[in-house]
Nanobody
Framework: VQLVESGGGLVQPGGSLRLSCAAS????????MGWFRQTPGKEREFVAA????????TYADSVKGRFTISRDNAENTVYLQMISLKPEDAAVYYC????????????????WGQGTQVTVSS
């Protein structure tokens, strides 16, 4: 499956962004989806994940209550709505596709997009 992220950009602290990840190539509903982020010199960090049907979601503690993951299986797209952004949320955000039910482990995602940069700065 091929994944393409979009929606990143520069936002002020307290602002909002919505990231999108469009999938193609295989049956989208066959994959749970996750969002991860990475800053230079650090490991890729789990942000949020959603099950194949969208009925189950899980979040990193650092983003609970501020980020919302959702998916539209008719549009083969997964979203990450981010509000109340903080400078520490700045990173390259990646979406991944996994054959597992739902997982926060980056090693269980065989498919990745190219990433989209999120910058949070005044």
């Amino acid at each position: 499956v091929q994944l393409v992220e979009s929606g990143g950009g520069l936002v002020q602290p307290g602002g909002s962004l919505r990231l999108s990840c469009a999938a193609s190539g295989r049956t989208f509903v066959g994959y749970s989806m996750g969002w991860f982020r990475q800053t230079p010199g650090k490991e890729r960090e789990f942000v949020a994940a959603i099950s194949k049907t969208g009925g189950t979601t899980t979040y990193a503690d650092s983003v609970k209550g501020r980020f919302t993951i959702s998916r539209d299986n008719a549009e083969n797209t997964v979203y990450l709505q981010m509000i109340s952004l903080k400078p520490e949320d700045a990173a390259v955000y990646y979406c991944g596709a996994s054959g597992r039910f739902i997982t926060a482990s980056s090693g269980r995602y065989p498919y990745w997009g190219q990433g989209t940069q999120v910058t949070v700065s005044s």
